[in-house]
């Protein structure tokens, strides 16, 4: 007899508004919080798709126009626009999920309450961001102050990753976790996602006790 596919997840869709911003969030799941940033098309995510069955995502992105006039939000402020909004969503402690650029406003957000984040999990990071030389220079400073446990996937194929590149991440966080996937490249997400899923759920599930494999594939 043949299995049941597993319910496509359903996304709840709204906007939040902030003190100077309008958030656009989207939801879906149960279980542990998770805020997912960079993801501005979850339903598309297969990732997203399987962490669905365990935890409770919230996609957050910027909405297409700002509340006041400020041009755009940098990591900082895209990090204290998610605490509001997890204030407004009653969460006391989550865990952060980021892809792209938003590793910087994911580390931030550790930064910024280590009270509250209870992990960290980084697709593909990079030490660049959008934002420039300068909020690259102040978060490099910080990062050894990061104390919230971080995983760092990377995709083993990935051109753009060197052993520095990966040193720099071991050296710079204490509480961090460098692991490779195989077979993916730059998008490990999309290239690996079942694979990447179950990375990333045993990890924000036992982060106290998670030793990462040296191959992501299960």
């Known amino acids: 007899m043949p299995q049941d596919e597993p319910a496509i997840p359903i996304w709840r869709a709204r906007t939040i508004e902030t003190a100077g911003f309008a958030l656009s969030e989207q939801e879906t799941g149960g279980g542990a919080p998770v805020l997912c940033l960079g993801f501005e098309d979850p339903e598309g995510s297969r990732l ?110 990935d051109r753009i990753v060197t052993p520095q590149t990966a040193r720099a991440w071991r050296e710079r966080l204490h509480a961090g976790r460098i692991v490779f996937v195989p077979d993916a490249s730059r998008d490990v997400d999309i290239e690996r996602p079942h694979a990447t899923a179950r990375l990333i759920g045993d990890f924000l599930l036992g982060t106290r006790d998670f030793t990462p494999r040296k191959d992501a594939s299960a």
Request: glycine content about 6%; some cysteine.
């Open 48 to 157: 997203l798709d399987d962490l669905s069955r365990g935890f409770r995502l919230i996609a957050l992105s910027p909405a297409a126009v700002p509340l006041s006039d400020t041009a755009g939000l940098d990591a900082h402020a895209f990090a204290q626009e998610a605490l509001a909004c997890a204030d407004r969503l009653g969460l006391d402690r989550f865990c952060v999920l980021a892809r792209g650029d938003e590793d910087h406003a994911a580390l931030c957000l550790a930064l910024k309450a280590p009270e509250r984040v209870e992990a960290v999990a980084l697709l593909a990071p990079d030490l660049h961001s959008r934002d420039g030389a300068a909020e690259d220079a102040e978060l490099l400073e910080h990062l050894a102050d990061v104390v919230t446990p971080v995983l760092a996937a990377f995709g083993a194929l």
